[in-house]
């Protein structure tokens, strides 16, 4: 099952974050609550954990990118 991760809510008062660092690659295996990548907000740097264990299919996003809460960033297969 392919599943598209979106991109959480990271701050009650954040709407979008800069994406800082990805530490997986695409056919990566990941486990549950691994850290997929790093945004960083106007206030701290925060690690966005992978919802369920998979095989990464897609990254959606690059570093550098601003990406919006509920934005895609990327597909998961579990």
């Known amino acids: ?8 809510k990271v701050g009650d008062a954040v709407d ?19 850290t997929l990548f790093v945004v960083e907000t106007d206030k701290t740097q925060v690690e966005v954990p992978s919802p369920f264990a998979g095989t990464v299919a897609e990254i959606l996003i690059k570093v550098g990118d601003d990406v919006r809460t509920g934005a895609p960033t990327m597909v998961l297969e579990g």
């Open 1 to 8: 099952m392919r599943s598209t991760l979106k991109m959480p």
């Open 16 to 34: 979008e974050v800069v994406i800082n660092d990805i530490q997986v690659q695409v056919g990566s295996r990941v486990s549950e609550g691994q």
